[in-house]
């Protein structure tokens, strides 16, 4: 079993920076893939930013410039590093980890990005 806990969201002014972070504990080796989804009130959940064991970054295309994803595998812990930041990007940002065999899929709990105007 794998758990997520992220730490890292609140309150920034427009072009603010703010650092994510998403620690897997429990069976965390081997993970394949670790990133970030984030839900913006009344919208669909939508992918971030994901950063793969072969070292692939696929980004949104709305925050290519300004976050940037890292992962720390001594520390089996993923970082989100969000630069920039517009009211727009508001929203629950959801860390998630995936492994391909035996399959897994776990996601956190979510934090809350608010980006004020």
């Known amino acids: 079993q794998v758990q997520l806990v992220e730490s890292g969201g609140g309150l920034v002014q427009a072009g603010g920076s703010l650092r994510l972070s998403c620690a897997a504990s429990?069976?965390?080796?081997?993970?394949?893939?670790m990133g970030w989804h984030r839900q913006a009130p009344g919208k669909q959940r939508e992918l971030v930013a994901a950063i793969f064991s072969n070292g692939n970054t696929p980004y949104a295309d709305s925050v290519k410039g300004r976050f940037t994803i890292s992962r720390d595998n001594t520390r089996n812990t993923v970082y989100l590093q969000m630069t920039s930041l517009k009211p727009e990007d508001t929203a629950v940002y959801y860390c998630?980890?995936?492994?391909?065999?035996?399959?897994?899929?776990?996601w956190g709990q979510g934090t809350l990005v608010t980006v004020s105007s």
């Open positions: 998630y980890a995936v492994r391909d065999a035996p399959y897994l899929e776990v």
């Open positions: 429990g069976s965390a080796d081997s993970l394949n893939a």
